[in-house]
T-cell receptor
């Protein structure tokens, strides 16, 4: 009965370095989201994967950010040339999506990856 | 475009009712949610409402939806210390292609 798993839980990096954050969603969930939560801020949408459709990348803040989802399961969020303003908790969530008449689209969140850029 | 707004803070006395408000801009929103984030924990779904409803009650929780004004509220009756958390409003259209957008969250604090 594993939930959404994210790694690393904490990452400290130097400005200018690249980082990769991993998300392992709940098995069978077709939808996968990445959000960013900065200190005192709400949840900022980054990117959304739904099945085999092209991802919705409309929330990515710059071209330094990218994400992929291999085989419809595990996802990796990559931040290149990190900046101090990238410091935040990066949350991944998965769901069954909004297909079907009984599915409410409930999101199941991981514990997040806390990124600190020095 | 989509936008969801909430006030950032709410302080209530233990035992009183808490009312957390949310406004959204997308008139096509069909599912609206309240998520709860307790200190040091992840977000969990608290309750949800379909856009064809105007009220939903679940034990101490009452959700009110005013579609005309695009206003959603969450009322917690008999607020307890365990209700201290950040409450996020979220919305989406009923579509497999539609993302779920969250508000900024309202931090609820309980005073004795």
């Amino acid at each position: 009965g594993a939930g959404v798993s994210q790694s690393p839980s904490n990452k400290v990096t130097e400005k200018g370095k690249d980082v990769e954050l991993r998300c392992d969603p709940i098995s069978g969930h077709t939808a996968l989201y990445w959000y960013r939560q900065s200190l005192g801020q709400g949840l900022e949408f980054l990117i959304y994967f739904q099945g085999n459709s092209a991802p919705d990348k409309s929330g990515l803040p710059s071209d330094r950010f990218s994400a992929e989802r291999t085989g419809g399961s595990v996802s990796t969020l990559t931040i290149q040339r990190t900046q101090q303003e990238d410091s935040a908790v990066y949350l991944c969530a998965s769901s069954l999506g909004l297909t079907g008449t009984v599915n409410t689209g409930e999101l199941f969140f991981g514990e997040g990856s806390r990124l600190t850029v020095l | 475009g989509e936008d969801v707004e909430q006030s950032l803070f709410l302080s209530v006395r233990e035992g009183d009712s808490s009312v957390i408000n949310c406004t959204y801009t997308d008139s096509s929103s069909t599912y609206l949610y309240w998520y709860k984030q307790e200190p040091g924990a992840g977000l969990q779904l608290l309750t949800y409402i379909f856009s064809n409803m105007d009220m939903k009650q679940d034990q101490r929780l009452t959700v009110l939806l005013n579609k005309k004004d695009k206003h959603l509220s969450l009322r917690i009756a008999d607020t307890q210390t365990g209700d201290s958390a950040i409450y996020f409003c979220a919305e989406t259209r009923y579509s497999s292609a539609s993302k779920i957008i969250f508000g900024s969250g309202t931090r609820l604090s309980i005073r004795p």
